[in-house]
């Protein structure tokens, strides 16, 4: 049931960077949205003491849509 969750979440994340493309304010959504669920997925790997190579990709796809929803903000303010 989580992972159909969690599958959703994603798909609503992508479909708010889609309409980004239209209105500049579901990008930040979008990004939080994707970044956070990448941040509980890193969480998860290291709770279940995953080997490092399976915590590497949602770490760095969580910090790369962190820090690039933070520097749009950063732009729009």
Request: charged share 15%; hydrophobic share 60%.
């Amino acid at each position: 049931m989580l992972r159909i969750v969690t599958g959703l979440v994603e798909i609503l994340g992508a479909i708010a960077l889609v309409i980004g493309f239209f209105d500049d304010t579901f990008v930040a959504i979008g990004g939080l949205i994707i970044g956070s669920t990448m941040l509980g997925a890193t969480g998860v790997h290291l709770m279940i003491k995953d080997a490092f190579k399976k915590v590497l990709p949602p770490l760095i796809i969580a910090l790369r849509a962190i820090s690039l929803t933070l520097e749009w903000i950063l732009q729009v303010l």
